[in-house]
């Protein structure tokens, strides 16, 4: 194998974070960082391409227009297709007492918004956005981190039988269709519900499943290319 670098380059904005980087048409690359200043309040995103001799060819950066009736806002997942970018987020309306999933469509330097779904945050007993673990990018469940309280004992969040909340984004392999899986529970039930739109953004449908924790572990999402899986 043979390694490349780039140029060095220093961040306009701190705390910077790679959500993409993949090989795109006419061999290039593209990568994508979302980015937090550490003074300021600005938020958003570096779009960055770069050739097979990762020299950049052009750069963009997309600021998130946040509003302060919107909160706890959580990128959920990332895809490149027919030379846009798609961002999937998640975040609570104040105004409307929902959360929301918005997908954003960036080609050119131009932004489109679309919502594609509006859940009433009582049809999510015991879920917390900005307490959510989020999942891998590739469809797995993260583990439950080790309670604090409890490290020394090595218990885990669901040996104590706490409360907690899942996002998990799954897209297949051709990104024909995409896949958003939000965990909570009711009583000592776990619920999954799982959403599947296809790369236009139209939903193809939804599932809600209930189980006993002590039996379920979620471990892997995978959807078919067709959508229907």
Do not use: W
């Amino acid at each position: 194998f043979q390694i490349k670098k780039s140029e060095l380059f220093e961040d306009d904005y701190k705390d910077s974070e790679i959500i993409l980087a993949e090989k795109i048409e006419n061999n290039q690359f593209v990568i994508v960082r979302n980015f937090s200043g550490s003074i300021s309040s600005k938020r958003g995103y570096y779009i960055e391409k770069y050739d097979n001799s990762l020299k950049k060819i052009s750069d963009y950066e997309f600021f998130i227009e946040e509003s302060l009736k919107e909160r706890y806002r959580r990128t959920l997942g990332v895809f490149f297709i027919n030379s846009k970018l798609h961002i999937i987020e998640m975040f609570y309306s104040l105004d409307k007492k929902q959360y929301i999933c918005q997908a954003t469509t960036i080609n050119e330097g131009k932004a489109e918004k679309q919502e594609l779904l509006a859940i009433n945050r009582e049809d999510l007993a015991g879920f917390t956005l900005q307490n959510a673990i989020k999942g891998n990018r590739d469809g797995r469940f993260y583990k439950e981190p080790y309670n604090l309280e409890n490290i020394f004992s090595g218990k885990t969040i669901k040996d104590t039988k706490d409360t907690y909340s899942q996002i998990i984004f799954c897209l297949n392999k051709s990104k024909s269709n995409f896949a958003i899986g939000i965990t909570h529970k009711i009583k000592k039930d776990e619920v999954l519900k799982l959403y599947v739109f296809d790369s236009l953004f139209n939903k193809k449908f939804q599932k809600e499943l209930i189980y006993d924790v002590k039996d379920i572990y979620n471990q892997n999402l995978i959807l078919s290319e067709s959508g229907e899986e």
